[in-house]
């Protein structure tokens, strides 16, 4: 258990925030975002909780459940975006209208966009320095697994324990703590602090190319998902040259911060609006 902290305390330390940097911490429900709400308080940060009630039945009241509780526990301000109230519907209703249309988006595609979406503006709108994620060592080696097998490296470039190369003033800076955590290590942990933590998987993540690669990464050790990431910290430089993207510009729609004129969310939410 110790190692979990010291592991997480390292990676804190390598950001070099500061005590008093206001960090909003995404909070699902999950295990992830729970150990990193609960690690960040434990280490004397400033944080407060966000949650996106996304409307998908029981599990994601249960979900709503775990995270007041925990804050409660941590005693840190929660927020709560209901996603019905604020966008008229719940997530399955606005992803199957986007998929009746675009019919190859996975469910995970199109509500990640989504959600980050939210985030950053609702993060800027509460005067957040910093957005935390609970994504983790497998999560990680997942995303630059399927980035290599895409044959798109450079779709990694901004990734690492803090978003790198993107400054603008909309958009709010991420930091993953657990970057380097093994899931299993992240459960164990959890389940030893008694955590309040809905452990069964997202009801819809069950199209996601990434199910196919948590198969395989399930069969490394952790030493092997380790040494994968130290190749990619080892090649991060040849990624970034390999980048095309321009800077970050507006959305000529919502006015969010996007690598094009019009941004993911908005070509996603047109699609739905065009029907
Ligand atoms: S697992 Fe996929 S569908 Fe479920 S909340 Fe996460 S991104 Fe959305
Ligand atoms: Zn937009």
């Not at 509500?111 to 985030?119: D, E, S």
């Amino acid at each position: 258990m110790k190692n979990i902290e010291q592991k997480v305390k390292k990676t804190l330390e390598k950001m070099k925030l500061s005590q008093k940097d206001k960090i909003l911490v995404a909070m699902s429900g999950g295990k992830d975002s729970s150990v990193t709400a609960y690690l960040l308080k434990k280490f004397g940060y400033n944080i407060e909780g966000f949650h996106i009630d996304l409307g998908m039945g029981s599990y994601s009241k249960r979900c709503l459940e775990a995270v007041k509780k925990l804050c409660k526990q941590l005693d840190i301000k929660l927020h709560i975006y209901n996603i019905k109230k604020e966008m008229g519907s719940s997530m399955c209703y606005i992803r199957s209208g986007i998929q009746h249309e675009k019919k190859g988006l996975k469910n995970c595609a199109i509500c990640g966009v989504i959600k980050k979406w939210i985030m950053n503006r609702e993060a800027r709108k509460l005067h957040f320095k910093y957005i935390a994620t609970g994504h983790n060592l497998d999560d990680e080696t997942q995303t630059f697994l399927m980035n290599i097998l895409k044959g798109s490296p450079q779709l990694s470039a901004n990734s690492g324990i803090i978003t790198r190369n993107v400054k603008d003033k909309k958009f709010i800076t991420r930091i993953k703590p657990l970057f380097y955590v093994a899931e299993n290590d992240i459960r164990k942990y959890s389940k030893k602090m008694k955590l309040p933590v809905v452990y069964e998987r997202c009801p819809c993540a069950l199209d996601s190319y990434r199910i196919q690669m948590r198969q395989f990464t399930n069969s490394l050790t952790t030493k092997e998902k380790e040494n994968i990431m130290k190749n990619f910290d080892i090649l991060f430089p040849l990624i970034q040259k390999l980048k095309t993207e321009e800077g970050l510009k507006y959305c000529e729609i919502c006015g969010e911060p996007s690598r094009n004129n019009i941004c993911k969310m908005c070509q996603l939410v047109r699609v739905r609006k065009n029907r």
